[in-house]
């Protein structure tokens, strides 16, 4: 059975860039309903006793609960884990490097970024991962997909990940999008992302 994780920080913590009241619908609501369904959909099955990556690895041909589910309770814990009320900044060492080594400079890779979260298409995800080549990558999936999924068209792992669903930012930032992707990076937590990195490559 998965447990929705409690979270380092105040649902306040993140203010202004991020309201208290979506961070708590967010986590007590959505993340929850996700664990829940996750767990109603994999319960009895072979699934039952596997880890979450093994789950997501084989979402493409287990179904539209476990897909959805499953990427949703991972998501949104990685997403709680790379903030924090003493983030922002720029990343440092070993993640720095590989930034400037992939994307030219932090302003470009944020520039990348940025426009994955902006530019996808209703509900999703914009993603940093590490790629089966071991370098740093930018996506976006759909819904709650991630590059963990063997149905994703950029595969890795993820160590930095932005929701771009309106229920992520509309109490506060309404149709603006793109000022909830620039409010994120005051809150970003590189020293998550860096331990994320040092795991994933
Ligand atoms: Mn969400």
Redesign the pocket.
Known sequence: MFELPKLKYDYKALEPHIDARTMEI?HTK??QGYTNKLNAAIEGTDLASASIEDILAQAGSAGAGVRNNGG?FYN?SLFWDVMSPNGGGNPSGDLADAINEAFGSFDDFKEKFSTAAKTQFGSGWAWLLVGADGKLHVSGTPNQDNPLMDVAEVKGTPILGL?V?E??YYLNYQNKRPDYVAAFFNVINWDAVSERYAAAK
């Open positions: 967010h959505h993340h949703g949104h929701d669903w229920h992520a």
